[in-house]
């Protein structure tokens, strides 16, 4: 089973809002990483987990807020955000962060901010 | 940083028609590329993927070369049927303490009956 399950797959929130969008994987991988995509572009990395540890941060707003309770888990909070953080947000897993694993998509939050 | 570079961005053949994308990237540190697939309301699906020690794989009826000197690499899809129309994404990933993957812009390919 090579799933990596994302909640919500649609998330409308105001800019003084407060949401999380979930990532679950159960393939025993040790990394997890979150991207954004825009409409017709390619998926930009935002954060890298590997071990539970956050080992890249991609120079993303604070209003973007990453958390791994355990090894299974992703989550990525969501405050204060604007409209153009409106995207498609998309969780990925691989066996570990190193080069040359193959990452493993979930299907993706569609976010508007409005 | 790395850059890819992906063309054509949209590409619409026949049925039973090859199709072929080409990807160039500017790091010569970079040694896995893998392609992905995604159709609309869907994450990226790895289809194939390539590692710098070969020069062809095949899963049959798609195909990746790599010219490592030329710093390209392509997509090969034979016999093309309906259910292959998506955009499909190029990446490279240099070496580094984790798979940072640099994605090309992307390729629509339409393929109609």
């Not at chain 1, 040790?30 to 990395?45: D, I, V």
């Not at chain 2, 899963?59 to 390209?72: E, M, Y």
Request: net charge positive; with cysteine; aromatic share 8%.
């Amino acid at each position: 089973d090579t799933e990596v399950t994302q909640t919500p797959k649609h998330l409308v929130m105001g800019m003084t809002n407060k949401k999380s969008l979930k990532c679950e994987q159960h393939m025993g991988h040790r990394a997890m990483y979150w991207y954004k995509q825009k409409a017709k572009k390619p998926p930009e990395l935002m954060f890298v987990y590997s071990y539970e540890k956050l080992s890249i941060n991609e120079s993303v707003p604070s209003r973007f807020s990453p958390e791994c309770p355990n090894s299974s888990l992703l989550n990525l909070h969501l405050h204060a955000l604007q409209p153009e953080d409106s995207a498609l947000y998309l969780c990925a897993s691989s066996p570990t962060a190193g080069v040359k694993n193959i990452q493993y998509f979930g299907a993706g939050t569609r976010l508007s901010v409005l | 940083g790395e850059n890819v570079e992906q063309h054509p961005s949209t590409l619409s053949v026949q049925e039973g028609d090859s199709a072929v994308i080409k990807c160039t990237y500017s790091d010569s540190a970079s040694n896995y590329f893998p392609w992905y697939k995604q159709e609309l309301g869907k994450g990226p699906q790895l289809i194939i993927d390539i590692r710098s020690n070969v020069g062809e794989k095949k899963d049959q009826r798609i195909a990746v070369t790599l010219n490592k000197t030329a710093k390209h690499f392509s997509l090969h899809i034979t016999e093309t049927q309906p259910e292959d129309s998506a955009v499909y994404f190029c990446a490279a990933s240099p070496t580094g303490t984790a798979s940072k993957l640099t994605f090309g812009t992307g390729t629509r390919l339409q393929v109609t009956l």
